[in-house]
């Protein structure tokens, strides 16, 4: 990551439009930032981290993997902190062995990569090879633009563009609804992911993509398919992280605030949301869209037998 205050002092930043402004505020690149990152997450973040880490509207996780990724912090340096704390206090050691789990993903990708160089493009299953993608560059756009309809897919989008970074929950159900709603490949979701993360990082990413797609090295099945609206019901229960990242629908009541185009019009009315308009309307069906995701893979499963 470029040291922002370099480039202003050498005055090479651009200043309109600041594209960059989000990710300045959301970070501090180098060492010093990583380490007070870990400080700060042991300190304030680890308890409650196990159940605190599937929720995208609270500060919940360690936000290390940029620091991780570049080198600023060893998952050795992240282990020993976090292991010593859940050692010295047993009320953390279940959250502490929650957070070295994840440690333990990012050391499993990393072996998948060393030994699978081409991780990033082709599944791990090679069936998936024949998968009948479809090919949509309007559904593409609109998903990277987070202008899908859903709001919860949408507000993790626009965190990624805004800061950098998403949430991992909401990663997943993101890419579960470009791989399993919109019928595109895991592929062009993680060059997007690749593009635009401050963390990208070629084994977390390409090993993530291929296990919401269910061609990885791991059970997760491709007909586990999640549904946008209940994710975010669930997960973010009052809908403020979908009210923060998208805006226009920052007036409208809880029990809409996943769902939109189910709300009565005086409701939007109310809320000020014109759907079409302010905000659009679900590109997809995912009550359709599901069964065709399954149908898409009994193909599969036919050419195999
Ligand atoms: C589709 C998709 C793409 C992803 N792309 C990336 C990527 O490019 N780079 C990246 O670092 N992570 C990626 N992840 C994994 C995960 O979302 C991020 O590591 C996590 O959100 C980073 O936030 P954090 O540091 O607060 O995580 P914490 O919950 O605090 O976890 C601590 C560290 O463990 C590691 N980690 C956590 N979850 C995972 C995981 N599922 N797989 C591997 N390592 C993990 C990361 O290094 C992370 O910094 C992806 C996940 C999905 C579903």
């Given at each position: ?8 002092a ?30 700060a997450?042991v300190?304030?973040?680890l ?26 912090i ?49 599944a ?12 949509d ?37 993101a ?12 592929q ?10 401050v963390?990208?990082?070629l ?47 920052a ?51 036919e050419?195999a037998?």
């Open positions: 990551m470029p040291h922002g205050l370099e480039l202003a050498l005055d090479l930043l651009p200043t309109r439009p600041d594209w960059a402004g989000g990710l300045r505020q959301a970070w501090q690149p180098g060492e010093d930032g990583a380490r007070q990152r870990l400080a997450f300190r304030r973040g308890k409650g981290y196990g159940a605190g880490r599937d929720r995208p509207d609270r500060a919940g996780t360690s936000m290390l993997s940029p620091h991780l990724h570049f080198g600023e060893s998952p050795g340096t992240a282990w020993t902190a976090v292991d010593g704390a859940g050692a010295a206090d047993p009320a953390l050691a279940a959250d502490a062995e929650a957070y070295l789990r994840e440690l333990g993903w990012r050391e499993f990708s990393y072996q998948l990569l060393f030994h699978h160089d081409d991780l990033a493009d082709a791990l299953r090679p069936e998936y090879g024949a998968f009948p993608w479809r090919d560059p309007a559904g593409l756009a609109a998903w990277q633009r987070g202008r899908t309809g859903y709001p919860i897919v949408d507000a993790g989008m626009r965190q990624l563009w805004q800061t950098g970074w998403m949430h991992n929950r909401v990663r997943m159900v890419a579960s609804f470009l791989i399993k709603d919109l019928l595109l490949p895991w062009a979701g993680e060059r997007w992911f690749w593009d635009t993360l963390d990208a990082d084994a977390n990413n390409a090993a993530s993509w291929q296990w919401v797609a269910g061609c990885g090295a791991d059970a997760a099945p491709f007909f586990r398919i999640f549904n946008p609206v209940l994710q975010g019901q669930k997960f973010d229960p009052d809908g403020s992280y979908v009210r923060r990242f998208v805006p226009e629908l007036r409208l009541p809880d029990r809409w605030v996943h769902q939109p185009w189910a709300a009565p019009s005086a409701v939007l009315a109310d809320a000020g949301v014109r759907l079409g308009q302010d905000y659009p309307r679900p590109i997809v069906d995912h009550a359709a869209a599901r069964p065709r995701a399954l149908a898409a893979l009994a193909t599969l499963k050419t037998s």
